[in-house]
């Protein structure tokens, strides 16, 4: 009789401990100096967006090791939809003028908009 082994991993929420069913999410993330990994449910991780989006929204992306950030300033945004997506999310938005930093950070950061 032929015998096959078959190996299976299971993947745990390092947040909630549960087992993932599905996709992990791979988060990984610096503070203070750290980096941590994390694998997360597709809901955990939603809970992290949501949880550090404000703190990011006056932060400056480090960018990467080799390279330089571009300089971007809010004329390369579509202010309207910049506006939008803050309705959406509950984020206040002066209805006209100048976008400010803290909100187009905010836009950039966010998942959907990368």
């Known amino acids: ?42 809901k955990s991780a939603t809970a992290l967006d949501d949880a550090i989006t404000p703190f990011i929204a006056n932060a400056e992306p480090e960018p990467a090791k080799g390279t330089t950030a571009p300089i971007r300033s809010a004329s390369d945004l579509d202010a309207a939809a910049v506006r939008e997506w803050a309705r959406i999310n509950n984020i206040p938005a002066n209805p006209r003028g100048r976008l400010s930093k803290s909100l187009t950070n905010a836009y950039r950061m966010a998942p959907e908009n990368r």
Request: hydrophobic share 30%; proline share 0%; net charge negative.
């Open 1 to 42: 009789m032929a015998k096959k082994k078959i190996e299976t991993t299971l993947i745990t929420d390092d947040f909630t401990g549960e087992e993932i069913s599905g996709g992990a999410v791979e988060v990984s993330l610096s503070y203070k100096g750290k980096t941590y990994n994390l694998d997360l449910s597709e």
